[in-house]
Protein backbone atom coordinates (compact mmCIF):
# COMPACT_ATOMS: atom_id res chain seq x y z
CA UNK A 1 0.00 0.00 0.00
CA UNK A 2 2.88 2.18 0.90
CA UNK A 3 4.64 1.39 -2.12
CA UNK A 4 1.63 2.04 -4.39
CA UNK A 5 0.95 5.95 -2.65
CA UNK A 6 5.14 6.13 -3.61
CA UNK A 7 4.36 5.24 -6.92
CA UNK A 8 1.52 7.57 -7.44
CA UNK A 9 3.22 10.64 -5.64
CA UNK A 10 6.14 10.21 -8.36
CA UNK A 11 3.74 10.18 -11.22
CA UNK A 12 1.86 12.56 -10.08
CA UNK A 13 5.25 14.78 -9.48
CA UNK A 14 6.23 13.98 -12.82
CA UNK A 15 3.45 15.21 -14.26
CA UNK A 16 3.49 18.31 -13.06
CA UNK A 17 7.15 18.66 -13.70
CA UNK A 18 6.36 18.15 -17.10
CA UNK A 19 3.80 20.34 -17.23
CA UNK A 20 5.92 23.61 -16.21
CA UNK A 21 8.33 22.22 -18.50
CA UNK A 22 6.41 22.91 -21.81
CA UNK A 23 8.09 25.69 -23.37
CA UNK A 24 5.74 28.64 -24.56
CA UNK A 25 5.66 28.72 -27.89
CA UNK A 26 5.42 32.11 -30.39
CA UNK A 27 2.40 33.29 -32.51
CA UNK A 28 5.07 32.76 -35.27
CA UNK A 29 5.45 29.26 -35.75
CA UNK A 30 7.91 29.52 -38.27
CA UNK A 31 10.37 31.35 -36.50
CA UNK A 32 12.72 28.86 -34.06
CA UNK A 33 14.12 32.49 -32.30
CA UNK A 34 11.11 34.14 -31.57
CA UNK A 35 11.19 33.69 -28.37
CA UNK A 36 14.87 34.18 -28.00
CA UNK A 37 16.13 37.28 -25.53
CA UNK A 38 17.32 39.85 -27.90
CA UNK A 39 20.48 41.98 -27.01
CA UNK A 40 20.56 45.44 -27.78
CA UNK A 41 24.36 45.39 -29.23
CA UNK A 42 24.30 49.07 -29.32
CA UNK A 43 23.71 49.45 -25.67
CA UNK A 44 25.36 46.48 -24.50
CA UNK A 45 29.09 47.10 -22.35
CA UNK A 46 31.89 45.64 -24.61
CA UNK A 47 34.13 44.86 -21.15
CA UNK A 48 32.71 42.78 -18.45
CA UNK A 49 31.13 43.98 -15.22
CA UNK A 50 33.74 44.36 -12.05
CA UNK A 51 31.91 41.65 -9.95
CA UNK A 52 32.97 40.89 -6.45
CA UNK A 53 35.43 38.18 -6.61
CA UNK A 54 39.02 38.23 -5.92
CA UNK A 55 40.93 41.06 -7.75
CA UNK A 56 43.56 40.36 -10.29
CA UNK A 57 46.94 41.78 -9.10
CA UNK A 58 49.27 42.73 -11.74
CA UNK A 59 52.90 42.55 -11.75
CA UNK A 60 55.55 45.32 -12.10
CA UNK A 61 56.91 43.43 -14.47
CA UNK A 62 53.65 42.49 -16.42
CA UNK A 63 54.26 42.95 -20.33
CA UNK A 64 50.29 43.67 -21.18
CA UNK A 65 49.72 46.31 -19.19
CA UNK A 66 51.72 49.53 -18.20
CA UNK A 67 53.05 49.76 -14.23
CA UNK A 68 50.32 52.75 -13.60
CA UNK A 69 47.55 49.95 -13.78
CA UNK A 70 48.16 47.47 -10.35
CA UNK A 71 45.12 45.39 -10.79
CA UNK A 72 43.03 44.06 -13.45
CA UNK A 73 39.64 45.73 -12.30
CA UNK A 74 42.29 49.32 -12.30
CA UNK A 75 42.25 47.92 -16.32
CA UNK A 76 38.87 47.52 -16.60
CA UNK A 77 37.88 51.09 -15.16
CA UNK A 78 40.07 52.15 -17.75
CA UNK A 79 38.66 50.74 -20.47
CA UNK A 80 35.00 51.37 -19.68
CA UNK A 81 36.11 54.86 -19.49
CA UNK A 82 37.68 54.54 -23.17
CA UNK A 83 34.04 52.44 -24.50
CA UNK A 84 31.66 55.18 -22.79
CA UNK A 85 33.80 58.39 -24.40
CA UNK A 86 33.76 57.52 -27.96
CA UNK A 87 30.48 55.21 -28.40
CA UNK A 88 31.90 53.09 -31.14
CA UNK A 89 29.20 51.75 -32.89
CA UNK A 90 28.36 47.98 -33.84
CA UNK A 91 30.01 47.97 -37.21
CA UNK A 92 32.76 49.88 -36.38
CA UNK A 93 33.55 47.53 -33.48
CA UNK A 94 32.80 43.86 -35.73
CA UNK A 95 35.39 46.22 -38.28
CA UNK A 96 37.98 46.69 -36.29
CA UNK A 97 37.96 43.20 -34.03
CA UNK A 98 37.94 41.70 -37.37
CA UNK A 99 40.93 43.67 -38.23
CA UNK A 100 42.83 43.29 -35.53
CA UNK A 101 42.18 39.18 -34.53
CA UNK A 102 40.95 37.85 -37.63
CA UNK A 103 42.85 39.26 -40.72
CA UNK A 104 44.34 41.70 -42.37
CA UNK A 105 41.76 44.58 -42.94
CA UNK A 106 41.52 47.49 -43.13
CA UNK A 107 39.02 49.44 -41.06
CA UNK A 108 36.50 51.83 -42.64
CA UNK A 109 37.63 55.88 -42.49
CA UNK A 110 34.96 56.94 -39.97
CA UNK A 111 35.83 54.12 -37.94
CA UNK A 112 39.89 54.89 -38.23
CA UNK A 113 38.77 58.06 -37.26
CA UNK A 114 37.10 57.40 -33.67
CA UNK A 115 39.68 54.55 -33.31
CA UNK A 116 42.15 57.66 -33.18
CA UNK A 117 40.18 59.67 -31.63
CA UNK A 118 40.16 56.91 -28.42
CA UNK A 119 43.94 57.29 -28.43
CA UNK A 120 46.70 54.57 -28.55
CA UNK A 121 46.65 53.73 -24.87
CA UNK A 122 43.56 52.28 -25.05
CA UNK A 123 43.66 50.83 -28.80
CA UNK A 124 46.58 48.89 -26.91
CA UNK A 125 45.17 47.68 -23.69
CA UNK A 126 41.77 46.71 -25.38
CA UNK A 127 43.73 44.73 -27.66
CA UNK A 128 46.10 43.07 -25.02
CA UNK A 129 42.81 42.80 -22.36
CA UNK A 130 41.07 40.81 -25.27
CA UNK A 131 44.35 38.57 -26.07
CA UNK A 132 44.35 37.95 -21.93
CA UNK A 133 41.28 37.68 -21.17
CA UNK A 134 39.12 36.20 -24.02
CA UNK A 135 37.37 33.09 -24.09
CA UNK A 136 38.56 32.85 -27.60
CA UNK A 137 42.05 31.99 -28.24
CA UNK A 138 43.67 34.35 -30.96
CA UNK A 139 47.19 34.00 -32.18
CA UNK A 140 48.68 36.73 -29.84
CA UNK A 141 52.15 37.98 -32.70
CA UNK A 142 49.57 37.68 -35.46
CA UNK A 143 47.53 39.83 -33.43
CA UNK A 144 49.74 42.36 -31.77
CA UNK A 145 51.22 43.00 -35.80
CA UNK A 146 47.82 43.54 -36.87
CA UNK A 147 47.19 45.99 -33.71
CA UNK A 148 49.65 47.86 -34.70
CA UNK A 149 49.62 48.04 -38.97
CA UNK A 150 45.54 49.07 -38.31
CA UNK A 151 46.82 51.97 -35.37
CA UNK A 152 49.14 53.12 -38.14
CA UNK A 153 46.34 53.44 -41.36
CA UNK A 154 43.96 54.94 -38.98
CA UNK A 155 46.79 57.80 -38.06
CA UNK A 156 47.16 58.20 -41.84
CA UNK A 157 43.60 58.31 -42.32
CA UNK A 158 42.69 60.66 -39.34
CA UNK A 159 45.41 63.48 -40.03
CA UNK A 160 44.12 64.14 -43.45
Known sequence: MAMTRNIIKYLFLSMVASLVMI???????DDPLADAPTIDYERAPFYPPIYNEPDVILSPNDIDFPPSFKTKNQVLEFLRNCENSIHL????????????????????????????????????????????????????????????????????????
Open 23 to 29: PVKSDNV
Open 89 to 160: STSCGMDYHSSVFIKDLKPADACCKILVKEGKLCHDLTVRYILRYSRFHYNREASLKRSDNVWKHCSIVANK
